[in-house]
């Protein structure tokens, strides 16, 4: 894992064509900004495991 330090309103380049942003800061709390092509699909990690989940129910009923 690559840990950085950024303050507010500077922004980490992941490959060609994803910029991570920080927005906001307040207390123990940040904001991000994520800019990434369409067919790049960006999740929170709490909801990314149920997508997979489902998709694999969906894959075994075909």
Known sequence: MLVLSRK???KIVI????VVTVVK???NQIRIGIEAPQDVP????EIAPQRT???QVEELSV
Do not use: H
């Open 8 to 10: 507010l309103g500077e």
């Open 15 to 18: 490959g060609d064509n994803i």
């Open 25 to 27: 800061i307040d207390r």
């Open 42 to 45: 960006v999740y929170r990690e």
């Open 53 to 55: 989940t489902n998709r």
